[in-house]
């Protein structure tokens, strides 16, 4: 095994480590110490490839922006119709359903903690919505709601976080899943 493949292994499991951390402790809670820990490498050994737990959020913001865009891009291939496309994304409430209720959603948590006082990295924590703000807008545009796509983009957006937000607060996954299904009404009657 040559030295870039190990540390690249090595990087990439400190980030997921972090990314786990992160979502379900909250940034704050999780201490440089707390990742040390969880990776089992040496302080050192993180230090060669982080200086900063923000060092390490940024790579984490980075992997997510990755994986967010090679699904949206699955999606893009799989489905044809753009409301086929939009069911899609309010699937993916669904498929992680238990992690919603006892966590919330990743995105959605992870902004509005940083968005409190540490608005500089809430800044590069947004480009997650961003994402999906642009992307689920190209749907809109493509069922012809070229007046209205970004407000339905983020309206949709919207309501998925708040789905999340309140299934996580009364940890209630028959909530998630009724408000899933009116979600999938609406789109249906677009």
Known sequence: MNLGNKGEKTRAEIISCAKQLFYQRGYEATSFSDIVDATGLYRGNIYHYFKTKDDILQAVIAQHLVEFRALLSEWDSRHADPKSSLLAFVDMITGRRQDLVEYGCPVGTLNA????????????????????????????????????????????????????????????TALLQREIQQLDAWIGQL
């Open 113 to 172: 903690e940083l968005g409190k006082d540490r608005r500089d990295l809430q800044l590069a924590a947004r480009a997650l919505f961003d994402l999906f703000r642009d992307w689920l807008r190209m749907r809109f545009l493509e069922l012809g709601k070229a007046d209205a796509a970004d407000a339905l983009a983020l309206h949709l957006l919207g309501r998925a976080q708040g789905i999340a937000m309140i299934a996580h607060v009364y940890q209630d």
